[in-house]
Each structure stands twice: as structure tokens, then as C-alpha cells.
């Protein structure tokens, strides 16, 4: 919501701010991006650990959490873009 409103005020007043917005969302996920597919890839090296690995553990929470932020911010720039 919080969000929204944001945009609102900025679309309103300025479209230069709202296309520089729009480029920093997608920088951001583009570096989501690139980070969980890093973390994706570091899981190859506990293909033999137990499920019970702290450090499995913690990088499926990591990946996790990219996804859930990357998601986001999609949802974000589907927003920009429909104004």
C-alpha cells in the first residue's frame, strides 16, 4: 500500500522520477535474479549432505527469500508499467 501510494505521488507530479523508479525496481530484480541463480547453483555442492545440514538449511532459506523478493519486486514493475 504503502507502495502504491508512492507511485501515485510520483506518477502524478513527474513521469521522469516514475521511469527512474521503474529502472532501479529492475536493476534490483535483475540482481535478484542473478543472486538466486548463484544460490541455485551453490546447492549442487550439498548434493550429498544430509537434510538436517545447517549450511543446506540455510541456503535454502536464502533462496527462499530471493524468491519472495524477487517476486516482488516483479509485481512492482507490473505496477509501474500499467499506469
Known sequence: IQFK?????????DH?????ELYRIQKNAKKCKED???LEN???FFKHA?????LLKEALKNIEKEKVKYKELQ???AYI???
Open 50 to 54: 544430509k537434510a538436517d545440514n545447517p
Open 81 to 83: 508499467k500499467s499506469l
Open 16 to 20: 521522469g522520477k516514475l521511469e527512474d
Open 42 to 44: 551453490n546447492i549442487s
Open 75 to 77: 509485481s512492482k514493475i
Open 36 to 38: 538466486l541463480a548463484i
Open 5 to 13: 501510494s508512492k507511485i501515485q505521488s510520483i506518477s502524478e507530479n
